[in-house]
């Protein structure tokens, strides 16, 4: 880039603040600028920080006077490539989040805090001298230093690693001082090759694809470039093959392959079968990894010699300069989005890069999310459907158990049980879904019938009876669990029913048979999810019992029988994504049931059998459920038919989150944009967590862009709104919860 004579050259650096701007910056005292992409350690009012460049300017608002100098350069080559930089541009843009934040959360926690890209190693080495130094003598007057410098001649010019030379010879630092003294040794800092990644060898051949896999193949092998494939395949309907043979594909052209997938969809057992079936070990990278694995597995990637990344949400950010295809597993999962900081859906951005990189992306799920459908149906996405199970697995038969005729005891109707001896008689195994940690969602007074609620937030304690203690799952405070009422004095008992509860009733019922409970209460320590999704799998025990955990994805061979304990709370939600969710959720689960040769089966106890819910799903299945709440969606004109952004706002007292969300509506009606409605502000669903007063304004609009152009225009102006100081508050574009 030629610069005008006499203008500086400026750099345009993101540092991580929560300020929507960039910061200008001259390049470091005496070196040249550094380029696009690389992180530069800057002075930022009294402190130092890590920034990255994002463009040269020859123009800059800061006077002459008070633009500073970067102190240094960290990287000598940019760590992120245009492309790359395009991405966090956009995902700021989009998200109306600052650039900074946006980047620190792209780089691996190393990075951010200024360590090097590659780890350097110091190494001994002879030096000239040394070479012709007279051994024959020094071996008489000092023997030890003679040995040293044996060894490292031996090893020549490139020398020996500190750690390899203490191997050899523990104490060469004595006898070294001395040879460093006369110049007969020195030392310098190199840095440490990358283990050559193991060789690809020959994968296992998988199954013979049936005619729906090959169809879905061959249409998804057709086009060049970018093209937005859902699979919609039935659970089992053998989408990972699909996905195998095209990473096959890509993997042989010398390209690499992104694979994003659910948080608890990520487990050593689909690490193992993509290993076995592509022959080298795929790059994993998620939230659990310790910094240094996570700053190999992102080096690989970035420099193109990882063909295969896998990863959870933040992968979506790994430079890949080979990309040549996106894979994104369980697309309706919503651990796709973050909820908290910078709220973006990996999913979205998946497609965004996809475009930008030319390249195809696939999602795949049994229930595909209705903005995905919708983009089918207009033609700009390609929905390929997988309508049967493979190989001999036959679809589960659904029944419905009316519990307004058949109570439950502890969770448990009676059909209910006798169904679960059925399938345990004749050796399967069955799996109990609850979605529901802890003993039972709380605890109410016999006499005065109150409830204990948590202090801090408008919720229930939720009883945890084998720790004898009563918790609020939102802000997590504990309390003992007490035996009478706060308020009169008179018994309390627990009320509804929770994992724990029905795990103990199950025992009690079936007390020779193994069951195993799964929610996140049984797998918070590292490595027991693992350890217990390998047991369930192999049939170790005869009960599952758990939590939505235990719906995604998994293959349990021997499973037959899948109860939802408790289907009825989806069929009143208020959010307008209630009935798309409980579909997903009850088909997932029930997804699991027979997927070998036996036939699997399906209990839904509810209170409302005769919800014409259940008649649409049972009869015409996801597909159906979602054709009539797109319809529903359209009619009432919510999304995929408009955007929505929610602003939110978090404070000590109610009437600060509200004020200052009313400034916020003030703002936008400013701007008066047709087809924009602003709803609020009101009190979140649940008004307080935590202690903090909780509020919120929904924007919606059926015109995307002028949603935007509010937003962008907004954003700025709250940073600097006095109402902001007393509140934290966020924008969420496109939120999945209205809460
Ligand atoms: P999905 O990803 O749709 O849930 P998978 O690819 O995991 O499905 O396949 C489900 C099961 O069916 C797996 O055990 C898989 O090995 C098997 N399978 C997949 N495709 C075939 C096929 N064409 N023939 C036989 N078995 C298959
Ligand atoms: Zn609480």
Request: glycine share 8%; hydrophobic share 40%; aromatic share 6%.
């Amino acid at each position: 880039m030629s610069k005008p004579a006499g203008k500086p050259l400026i750099l345009k650096v993101a540092v991580s603040v929560p300020l929507s701007r960039q910061f200008d910056y001259l390049p470091a005292t005496g070196a040249a600028a550094a380029d696009p992409g690389c992180r530069v350690l800057v002075p930022f009012g009294r402190r130092r920080q890590v920034g990255v460049v994002l463009s040269h300017a020859t123009e800059t608002d800061v006077p002459a006077a008070k633009i500073r100098h970067c102190i240094t350069t960290l990287d000598e080559n940019p760590l992120f490539s245009d492309d790359d930089l395009w991405l966090l541009r956009f995902t700021s843009e989009y998200y109306h989040h600052p650039i900074g934040e946006v980047v620190a959360a792209a780089l691996p926690a190393a990075l951010r805090q200024g360590k090097m890209l590659h780890p350097t190693q110091t190494i001994v080495a002879i030096t000239d001298a040394g070479e012709s130094a007279d051994v024959e003598n020094l071996v008489r007057r000092a023997p030890r230093q003679a040995e040293l410098l044996e060894v490292l001649r031996d090893a020549g010019g490139n020398g020996l690693d500190e750690g390899a030379l203490t191997d050899q010879i523990p104490a060469w630092r004595r006898a070294g001082k001395a040879l460093f003294e006369k110049g007969l040794i020195h030392r310098f800092s190199a840095r440490r090759d990358e283990p050559e990644s193991a060789g690809a060898c020959a994968g296992q051949p998988g199954p013979t694809l049936n005619e729906h896999q090959q169809k879905a193949l061959d249409t998804i092998r057709k086009p060049d470039g970018f093209d937005v494939f859902v699979l919609d395949g039935v659970t089992g309907s053998g989408k990972t093959e699909v996905y195998l043979q095209l990473m096959q594909d890509i993997i042989a052209a010398g390209k690499q392959v992104l694979v994003l997938v659910p948080e608890i969809g990520l487990t050593p057992q689909l690490v193992a079968r993509l290993q076995d079936r592509l022959g080298i070990v795929p790059s994993v990278l998620h939230s659990g990894l310790g910094d240094t694995e996570r700053l190999q597995a992102w080096r690989g990637a970035r420099a193109g010699r990882a063909h295969l990344v896998v990863g959870t949400r933040s992968a979506i950010f790994t430079p890949m300069p080979n990309l040549g295809l996106i894979v994104v597993d369980e697309e309706h999962d919503h651990s796709f989005k973050q909820q908290e900081g910078l709220r973006y859906s990996a999913r979205d951005l998946a497609i965004a890069r996809a475009k930008r990189r030319d390249v195809p992306i696939v999602l795949g799920s049994a229930t595909p999310t209705l903005e995905l459908l919708q983009h089918c149906l207009t033609g700009s996405y390609t929905r390929i459907e997988l309508p049967v199970r493979a190989g001999d697995a036959r679809p589960p038969i659904f029944r419905l158990v009316d519990l307004s005729r058949a109570p439950m005891v502890d969770g448990v109707s009676e059909p209910l049980a006798a169904t679960i001896d059925a399938h345990l008689q004749a050796d399967g195994q069955v799996l109990m879904f609850l979605n529901r940690r802890g003993f039972a969602p709380t605890l109410i007074c016999s006499s005065c019938s109150r409830v204990t609620e948590c202090a801090r937030c408008d919720s229930r304690m939720t009883v945890h009876a084998r720790d004898r203690q009563l918790r609020c799952h939102h802000c997590g405070a504990c309390r003992p669990l007490a035996a009478t009422c706060a308020s009169c004095g008179a018994e309390v008992r627990p009320l509804g029913e929770g994992t724990q509860r029905l795990e103990e009733a199950l025992q009690k019922r079936f007390p020779s048979h193994r069951i195993q409970r799964i929610d996140s209460d049984t797998t918070a320590r590292k490595g027991t999810m693992d350890a217990a999704l390998a047991m369930a799998e192999q049939g170790v025990a005869d009960i599952l019992v758990g939590t939505q955990m235990l719906s995604k994805g998994h293959h349990f061979p021997k499973l037959t029988l899948v109860g939802i304990i408790n289907a009825d709370q989806g069929l009143f939600g208020t959010d307008f994504r209630s009935s798309e969710r409980l579909a997903q959720s009850v088909i997932q689960v029930a997804g699991r049931a027979g997927r070998e040769s036996r036939q699997g089966e399906v209990v839904i106890q509810t209170a409302f059998p005769d919800n014409p819910f259940w008649q649409c799903l049972i009869e015409g299945g996801y597909g159906r459920v979602a054709a009539d709440a797109l319809a529903e969606r359209q009619a009432t004109r919510w999304p995929p038919f408009t955007w929505l952004a929610l602003i939110r706002s978090a404070a000590h007292r109610q009437q600060d989150a509200h004020a200052f969300l009313d400034v916020a509506r003030q703002l936008i009606e400013k701007h008066a944009i047709e087809h924009l409605r602003v709803l609020g502000p009101v009190d979140a669903p649940m008004a307080r967590r935590a202690g903090r007063f909780r509020a919120q304004l929904l924007l919606q609009s059926s015109d995307r862009k002028a949603l935007h152009t509010v937003l962008g225009h907004l954003r700025p102006v709250l940073e600097s709104e006095p109402a902001a100081r007393r509140v934290r508050w966020s924008i969420d574009v496109d939120p999945v919860e209205l809460f």
